[in-house]
């Protein structure tokens, strides 16, 4: 894929997307610790998500409504999204925001939290205050899914969240250039905590 070598995701090649490949790697990265399934069932998953062909409608339809059985709240508050793909490199990393009102907000922990500088979910931040393990090297993810307004960001975290706080925790961090989906809408989401929601 390519890439410049630069501190803003927002310069980075962009390329348009169909919101068919960003469910099915959601899809992928989510299913087997969300489903509870017999060995057919996931076999069945695997080759549409392993295998996909993003011209059939079928698949594609599947894919959304198997995606809608573990993630309905997230994709609701995305439905007017363009998606684009991009290099997702360490030095965006303070681009990044984690999910807000859903557990991972400053004081929603209060006696953890009370030791660190309130934030507004910042990844690093979350980091500091919530450090998760980096079980697997970036190269073996699945690629973050991100959300936002604009290229110039904040991006909120969709899916990728507990990869991405592993690698942010992580005192030795190994290079990090990998793909990643990023969805941008006018449009407020409630997962995106800069966004003021009545």
């Keep these: 894929m390519n890439s410049i070598n630069d501190k803003r995701i927002g310069n980075q090649y962009w390329g348009k997307v169909s919101k068919d490949e960003v469910y099915c790697a959601f899809l992928k990265s989510e299913y087997k610790i969300r489903f509870n399934l ?3 069932e ?14 059939n ?9 198997l995606l809608l059985l573990i993630r309905k709240p997230i994709l609701d508050e995305i439905t007017h999204t363009t998606w684009h793909k991009a290099s997702l490199q360490q030095s965006h990393l303070n681009e ?8 991972w907000d400053y004081g929603s922990l209060p006696d953890h939290d009370s030791m660190c500088k309130p934030d507004q979910n910042e990844l690093v931040s979350v980091a500091r205050r919530r450090p998760q393990k980096l079980k697997k090297d970036p190269f073996q993810w699945e690629p973050p899914i991100l959300w936002g307004h604009t290229m110039d960001g904040p991006f909120t975290i969709i899916d990728g969240t507990h990869r991405l706080l592993g690698y942010a925790s992580h ?11 990023i969805g941008l809408s006018e449009e407020k989401c ?4 800069l966004d003021q929601i009545d």
Aim: proline share 4%; with cysteine; aromatic share 10%.
């Design 57 to 65: 409608e079928f698949q594609n339809s599947k894919r959304e409504e």
């Design 96 to 103: 990044l925001r984690v999910m807000g009102r859903c557990g």
């Design 190 to 193: 409630k997962w995106h905590l």
């Design 171 to 181: 005192s030795n961090k190994p290079d990090l250039n990998i793909l990643a989906y």
């Design 38 to 40: 017999s060995s057919k």
């Design 42 to 55: 996931t076999e069945y998953i695997k080759e549409l998500v392993d295998n996909p062909c993003f011209s």
